[in-house]
């Protein structure tokens, strides 16, 4: 049974920082891509950052030089590493992964921006 379950998420100020962890279980992790995705209040769910199991990346516009994505194999863990954080960061946080044609959804993280 595949399981993807974020943590990492809370308030921050705007400008400051924080780490997103999503540990998987149920599948061999270093052989596939994983992704983050966020959806903010009111809009459609959208891809923030993935990585392949090569280590490949790739990010939304909205964040590149702001965020990082990274995992570790030996972890069986995917990270999501935002800086410079903006109000318009405010999201539900979502980790994915995709098994041949079945998708994986974690339950999600907040994050808030606000001062």
């Known amino acids: 049974q595949v399981q993807l379950v974020e943590s990492g998420g809370g308030l921050v100020q705007p400008g400051g920082s924080l780490r997103l962890s999503c540990a998987a279980s149920g599948i061999i992790f270093s052989f596939y891509a994983m992704g983050w995705y966020r959806q903010a209040p009111g809009k459609q769910r959208e891809l923030v950052a993935d990585?392949?199991?090569?280590?490949?990346?790739n990010y939304a516009d909205s964040v590149k030089g702001r965020f990082t994505i990274s995992r570790d194999n030996f972890k069986n863990t995917v990270f999501l590493q935002m800086n410079s954080l903006k109000p318009d960061d405010t999201a539900v946080y979502y980790c994915?992964?995709?098994?041949?044609?079945?998708?994986?959804w974690g339950k999600g993280t907040l994050v808030t921006v606000s001062s």
């Open positions: 994915y992964t995709r098994i041949r044609e079945d998708g994986y």
């Open positions: 990585i392949t199991s090569g280590g490949s990346t």
